[in-house]
């Protein structure tokens, strides 16, 4: 292996990886100082292409009550619906990874790469555009196997990319 490669595939690297959205421990962030979270939607807090379910709409509240900011940011159009159901700032058709629309949805929250942080299931749109726009980042598991088959493909290369993370961290 040469040290350039592994540099490459370090830079898709989430800060965490978890098995899922409602395993993450919000009060403990809150605690720590962040104000904001972003979050991606399909596969990470619904299976793709479903509705806020009661467990999301919970998620919400919940966070609403510990004083934390939210949006929803997105690649598909289908946002509103959902951001509504949930009571969230939104941002749809987000052009993941570009930094451009993290930054702004940072901005709709009141704040910045500091104090906020991104969710969501992917690491080549998700992981990556966090990661470049400065915020932590959270990687969790999808919720459900059923996914476009542009995702199914990416998964692939996202496997390697995890072996490696792993292996980095002591976990394999």
């Known amino acids: 292996r040469k040290t350039g490669d592994i540099m490459l595939v370090e830079r898709f690297y989430p800060d965490e990886y978890l098995d899922s959205t409602y395993s993450i421990d919000f009060d403990e962030l809150a605690a720590e100082g962040y104000k904001g979270v972003l979050f991606d939607i399909d596969n990470t807090l619904v299976p793709h292409g479903a509705p806020a379910d009661d467990r999301a709409k919970r998620l919400f509240a919940h966070l609403g009550e510990i004083g934390m900011d939210y949006c929803v ?15 969230a700032k939104y941002i749809e058709d987000a052009h993941k990874p570009s930094t451009r629309n993290y930054k702004k949805a940072m ?7 500091k104090n906020s942080l991104f969710v969501g299931d992917q690491l080549f749109t998700d992981v ?15 919720i459900h196997p059923k ?26």
């Open 107 to 113: 901005q709709m929250m009141g704040c910045d790469e």
């Open 147 to 172: 996914e476009e088959i542009q995702i199914v493909l990416k998964r692939y290369l996202e496997k390697i990319v995890l072996h490696y993370y792993q292996k980095a961290r002591g976990k394999l």
């Open 73 to 87: 940011i997105s690649n598909n159009p289908r946002v509103k619906p959902f951001a509504d159901a949930v009571q």
């Open 128 to 142: 990556w555009g966090a990661k470049r726009a400065g915020m932590r980042t959270i990687l969790v598991k999808p």
